[in-house]
């Protein structure tokens, strides 16, 4: 059977699902980006990745939507008039949702939603504003269905984060992933502590260093004063603008094929990293001057989004068994000096490489690509995500294992995370777990998530599943989220169920 | 002594020393002051220190980390670690068993070798005597330099045992070290030695936590086989010093007097009653040996009951645990 009539076929696809792998398998007929034959010798070998962001990209990976001036403006091309009131306002979100392409075909970002919703609550009691949340996050969850979308909060305490928190907990979704942006003398003891309680029921939100962040990218004209926000798996992003695409250098692969760290640093890492710098730049190329995506999308028109405001990423993976395969088993990474030391020598040269590059189109970031630590999907066995520390290696003190991923995270200004599951007891004392993230931050670590380790909800590369959805399409029969089929897989691959619990 | 009798010489030396001082008469009385040494140089004080978890999330506010001190002036029949009740007397029982070889006896001193240790607490459970061989000595700096590592995740220690409180000066170092960086200084105690003759203890101390096992002193002595009476005495002065953490109630079913518990510490408490923390711990099994090994929690009404008692007299803060 060819590939369009295995996808069409298929017993453990919806209706949706099927769509967006037939689009993807159609896209993937064509060829119109140029690669060099070091990038396909690096391809082959699987040593550099195009994160199967399809061939020829006709829309950019990430859009991060300006919605609090949605908020304000309505949309023409939509035919939606300003909201008045929450309930106008909600629906014309999920009429926008309807309409924001991605990577995944849905939204990676749903709003910064605290400061979206927070001027259309006055007049209204919390318990008319609690079953309108809890409705809209059920709309998301039922119909974006997919953990890589994204919602932000904080830093400020504000009366619609918190009755967010609270429909949050109470709904138990999987989509949207939150994000709290937390700054200690910004973010109230009082909210924070909500928050971790909150992460204690559902494993949402996640915390973001906002002293790190904001000052990432300079804000838009008129639009949030921070300039960035977060999704997908913790991509850090300007708002009223997004991704073009996200590449990887697969270092666990790139290992195979050295003959010595020097080998490595000194000829397999630099050509690898150039050939992949190249290929974005083609990518970037056909997506702002060929595909038109740019040129037609209401989006831009309305002012949602900006071209200027858009940066590519150039992503890493499998640090843990990079260092495994140059130094052996004896130097164990995440805590061995020697091979913390070479992992950073390692990012270091990347890095600079990346930084001295020209990238176009890359104005938000002063004209170069952006490092992202990449957490994997699917069912990859053999990569690590990102830099983190392989499940069953961590350190046994949580604080040098927090202490690691704060030395490794200065490296990526377009996101890094970590994920930790904590014991269940955590929630009788939220304050030992604001105690972790502001000590976490204090020593600029840049984002970290918690779940219970008894949830249901759990955390995958960093987007959530339920663990009883991954049993169910375990099982051969078909589930409303696509990212429990990716979630399945790694689960399984790498071992996460059996990640270090913290805090016991 | 070969190479693998201990990780630090230093530290076994100190240790025979300490070993030798207890096995002097002066010292038998567990629950007399003078089981605090006279050291001249402060610098050379040490306690038998049986663990220091790096991050707990009970024992006290926030992110803490507990110091585990070996060694108790009490034994109470639902003791939990049971282990940490006395100091080795160096019999030699669990050197035999060790199945790691990490442990050595010359001297009638026992040393452990903490690298060849896999942890399988066999010594533990073969001690007839209810010790462990696996202590350190350590000094308050070597006790501080590793807390201090800790920061910033945490926001203080908390140092409980066996019973910390044998270790005044020891403890009044530590805490005056802890203080100087900003960390915070929590003590857990069963309340049967005098603080009030330790004010400089307290003085770098934030508070303490404190048992209050049972109230009738017939009833505290068969639980514990200690005085009533000190509890008493140490409650009332904490509370006008301002320095209770919080008061707990192990609740054995059979075994102790919580009504009575309740209303006696409300009488000393006076107004104080509303603004002190109060938890009411079940009573459970695990790790229990002896009498109590098989008895049975109280049930979720009987802690309700008291939870509901404590709250008509007066206490607002009241946590079942
Ligand atoms: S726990 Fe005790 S018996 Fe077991 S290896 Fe360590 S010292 Fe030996
Ligand atoms: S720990 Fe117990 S068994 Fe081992 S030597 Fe000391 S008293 Fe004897």
Redesign the interface.
């Known amino acids: 059977m060819s590939e369009f009539m295995d996808i069409i076929t298929a017993s453990n696809l919806t209706y949706g699902q099927k769509l967006i792998h037939l689009a993807q398998a159609a896209e993937n007929c064509e060829h119109p980006i140029p690669t060099t034959p070091e990038f396909d010798w690096f391809f082959e070998r699987d040593a550099i990745c195009d994160m199967h962001e399809g061939n020829a990209p006709y829309r950019p990976r990430y859009i991060c939507c300006d919605m609090e001036r949605f908020a304000r403006q309505g949309s023409d091309f939509l035919r939606l008039d300003a909201p008045d009131n929450l309930d106008d306002l909600l629906m014309n979100l999920q009429i926008l949702y309807q309409n924001v392409p991605s990577v995944t075909g849905r939204p990676v970002y749903v709003g910064q939603l605290d400061r979206v919703f927070d001027p259309f609550l006055d007049g209204l009691s919390d318990e008319e504003i609690l079953p309108r949340f809890k409705r809209f996050l059920n709309y998301i969850d039922r119909t974006v269905a997919s953990g890589y979308c994204h919602a932000n909060l904080g830093p400020e305490d504000t009366r619609a984060g918190r009755l967010l928190l609270q429909a949050d907990a109470e709904v138990q979704n999987a989509v949207p992933n939150f994000t709290l942006k937390y700054e200690e003398g910004i973010t109230p003891d009082d909210f924070a502590r909500l928050a971790l309680k909150t992460s204690m029921a559902c494993a949402n939100p996640a915390y973001a260093n906002h002293r790190m962040h904001k000052h990432t990218y300079a804000a838009p004209v008129d639009g949030p004063a921070d300039g960035y926000t977060v999704v997908s798996c913790y991509n850090v992003l300007p708002v009223r603008g997004g991704a073009y695409c996200l590449d990887r250098v697969k270092l666990s692969q790139l290992a195979d094929l050295a003959t010595s760290p020097e080998h490595l640093l000194n000829e397999l890492l630099p050509n690898a990293t150039g050939a992949l710098l190249e290929y974005m730049d083609a990518r970037i190329k056909f997506l702002v001057e060929d595909s038109n995506f740019f040129q037609t999308s209401f989006l831009v028109r309305e002012g949602l989004i900006d071209r200027e405001r858009f940066v590519g990423m150039f992503g890493m993976i499998g640090m843990h068994e990079c260092i495994e395969k140059l130094l052996g088993p004896n130097h164990v990474y995440g805590t061995d000096p020697e091979a913390n030391d070479l992992a950073d020598q390692i990012m270091t040269k990347m890095t600079d490489q990346v930084q001295a590059w020209s990238a176009p189109y890359s104005e938000i970031a002063d004209g170069h690509y952006l490092m992202h630590a990449q957490a994997g999907f699917g069912d990859q066995t053999s990569s690590t995500p990102g830099v983190r520390i392989r499940v069953g290696s961590e350190p046994e ?3 040098d294992h ?1 202490r690691h991923c704060a030395r490794m995270h200065r490296f990526f200004k377009a996101g890094v995370s970590d994920i930790f599951p904590v ?1 269940p ?2 929630a ?2 939220v ?6 993230v ?3 931050f ?2 600029d670590d840049t984002y970290l998530s918690f779940y219970p380790s008894d949830s249901d909800l759990v955390r995958i590369t960093g987007f959530l599943v339920k663990r009883s959805e991954m049993e169910k399409f375990a099982r051969g029969e078909a589930v409303l989220a696509d990212t429990s089929h990716d979630g399945e897989g790694n689960w399984r691959a790498n071992n996460l169920a059996n990640r270090k619990v ?2 016991g | 002594m070969s190479g693998r009798l201990s990780l630090h010489p230093r530290r076994t030396l100190r240790r025979q020393a300490f070993m030798r001082q207890l096995a002097s008469p002066r010292l038998e009385c567990p629950c007399s002051k003078n089981w605090v040494f006279n050291m001249s140089i402060a610098d050379s004080l040490t306690a038998p220190v049986n663990k220091i978890i790096p991050f707990s999330l009970v024992d006290g506010p926030g992110s803490r980390t507990s110091v585990f001190l070996q060694g108790c002036n009490i034994a109470c029949a639902y003791c939990h670690n049971p282990e940490t009740q006395n100091l080795c007397i160096g019999c030699g029982t669990c050197v035999e068993q060790c199945p790691a070889g990490a442990l050595t006896l010359s001297d009638g001193v026992v040393a452990w070798d903490k690298s060849a240790c896999v942890q399988c607490d066999t010594c533990i459970h073969v001690c007839p005597h209810k010790a462990s061989p696996k202590i350190e000595q350590l000094t308050p700096h070597e006790v501080f330099d590793i807390v201090h590592s800790y920061q910033p995740f945490i926001r203080g220690i908390t140092v409980s045992g066996g019973e910390c409180t044998l270790h005044p000066e020891w403890m009044r170092e530590l805490f005056a070290l802890c203080r100087e960086v900003g960390l915070g200084t929590l003590i857990d105690s069963n309340g049967c030695v005098p603080l009030w003759e330790h004010e400089d203890l307290l003085e770098v101390a934030d508070g303490v936590m404190l048992d209050v096992k049972a109230w009738n002193p017939a009833v505290f002595a068969r639980l514990t086989g200690g005085d009533a009476e000190t509890v008493k005495r140490n409650l009332a002065f904490l509370a006008e010093r301002d320095k209770i953490e919080e008061l707990r109630i192990v609740v054995v079913p059979g075994w102790n007097d919580p009504e009575q518990t309740i209303a006696g510490i409300a009488r000393v408490l006076g107004d104080k009653v509303a603004t002190t923390k109060l938890k009411l711990i079940r009573f459970r099994r695990f790790g229990v040996v002896g009498t109590l090994a098989d008895a049975a929690s109280p049930t979720d009404e009987r802690m309700a009951e008291l939870e509901k008692l404590a709250r008509d007299t007066g206490f607002s803060q009241v946590e079942l645990r």
């Open positions: 003190v949580f604080f927090i014991e007891t955590a009788n004392n304050d030992a777990l604001l105690d972790v502001k000590g976490a204090a020593i913290r805090l």
